[in-house]
């Protein structure tokens, strides 16, 4: 059974970057046509994706998003990453990982999720 | 910009069918298929409806799901008071968008 789970920081000060890793264990990264995302939840509100990436590298972000944000692979370890830079208040959040379809806002399954907070 | 509207709140009692609307735009839910999420207080959201009308494994088929034009339904048949969460829908317009989410509450 295919399993996501989160893990970096629960804590980021102002104008920092904010790291996080997506562990994937059940099976490989690399052997399926998925894309593998990141949706984040603001306390009290609604999702919003931030973007996915291919076990190649491709990437696609969210245009809103898209100057502050990294995501990378690492297929040796079966893990995904996410770089958000520069990061505000606005940006605390539930952040989660999820296996993605691809261009299709089909995301399953999800991980637990992570609560990173922006404070100084 | 564009969005997927949903209403805020829904309500049903017990054995009740309710329907949850996510309306979009011809670029958006005209153009692709619409995924819904249920996602309880705490938890991380679930795949509950997906290509529009699709089941993913372990789903009752109290949950069923329907788009046209520009809109899509997700319909909650026999309704319980486990099924009180919130429920988001998703789609694909250069960008994945989620609905602002539903809260169902099962009176």
């Known amino acids: 059974q295919l399993q996501l789970q989160e893990s970096g920081p629960g804590l980021v000060k102002p104008s920092e970057t904010l790291s996080l890793t997506c562990t994937v264990s059940?099976?490989?990264?690399?052997?399926?046509?998925?894309?593998w995302g990141w949706i984040r939840q603001p306390p009290g509100k609604g999702l919003e994706w931030i973007g996915s990436i291919y076990h190649s590298g491709i990437a696609y972000y969210n245009p809103s998003l898209k100057s502050r944000v990294t995501i990378s692979v690492d297929t040796s370890e079966n893990q995904f990453s996410l770089n958000l830079r520069s990061v505000t208040a606005a940006d605390t959040a539930v952040y989660y990982c999820?296996?993605?379809?691809?261009?299709?806002?089909?995301?399953?399954?999800w991980g637990q999720g992570t609560l990173v907070t922006v404070s100084s | 910009q564009s969005v997927l509207t949903q209403p805020p709140s829904a309500s049903g009692t017990p054995g009740q069918r309710v329907t949850i609307s996510c309306s979009g735009s011809?670029?958006?839910?005209?153009?692709?298929?619409v995924n819904w999420y249920q996602q309880f207080p705490g938890a991380a959201p679930k795949l509950l409806i997906y290509s529009g009308r699709q089941r993913p494994s372990g789903v009752p088929d109290r949950f069923s799901g329907s788009q046209s034009g520009t809109s899509a339904s997700l319909a909650i048949s026999g309704l319980q008071s486990e099924d009180e969460a919130d429920y988001y829908c998703?789609?694909?317009?250069?960008?994945?968008?989620f609905g602002g989410g539903t809260k169902l509450t099962v009176l």
């Open positions: 999820a296996r993605d379809l691809g261009y299709t806002g089909y995301f399953d399954p």
């Open positions: 998703a789609t694909w317009d250069d960008n994945v968008l």
């Open positions: 059940g099976g490989s990264i690399s052997s399926s046509s998925y894309y």
């Open positions: 011809s670029s958006s839910i005209g153009s692709d298929t």
